[in-house]
C-alpha cells in the first residue's frame, strides 16, 4: 500500500499525477489507496490549526513549486546569453 510519500515522489515525475493530486489532494490521495486525514497533513505541513481548506492550498503551493524544473525566479534581465558572460559561444 503507497504511502503519502510516495504520492509526492510520483508528482514530481508524473506531471498529470502532479496536476490531479494539486486539484484534489484528499480525494487523488484516497483513489490512491492513501488514508489521509486531514490531521495528518496539517501535522505533515506544521499546519496543526489549519482548516482542510488551507491545507490543501498549502500542499497545492508546495507541490507547485516541487514540480518545477528550476525553482530559481526568472532573471529581471531576461535569460543569459553566453556571450555576454564573456563564455565561448561555439
Known amino acids: 500500500m503507497p ?4 504520492l509526492v515522489d510520483r508528482a514530481s515525475s508524473d506531471p498529470d499525477f502532479l496536476l490531479r493530486l494539486q486539484q484534489d489532494p484528499y480525494g487523488t490521495a484516497r483513489a490512491e489507496g492513501v488514508d489521509v486525514s486531514h490531521d495528518d497533513l496539517a501535522g505533515l505541513l506544521g499546519l496543526e490549526n489549519a482548516s482542510e481548506q488551507q491545507v490543501a492550498e498549502a500542499l497545492q503551493a508546495r507541490l507547485s513549486f516541487s514540480g518545477k524544473s528550476d525553482p530559481s525566479p526568472p532573471s529581471p ?3 543569459a546569453q553566453a556571450g555576454s558572460l564573456g563564455l565561448p559561444t561555439n
Open 77 to 79: 534581465w531576461g535569460p
Open 3 to 6: 504511502e503519502l510519500l510516495d
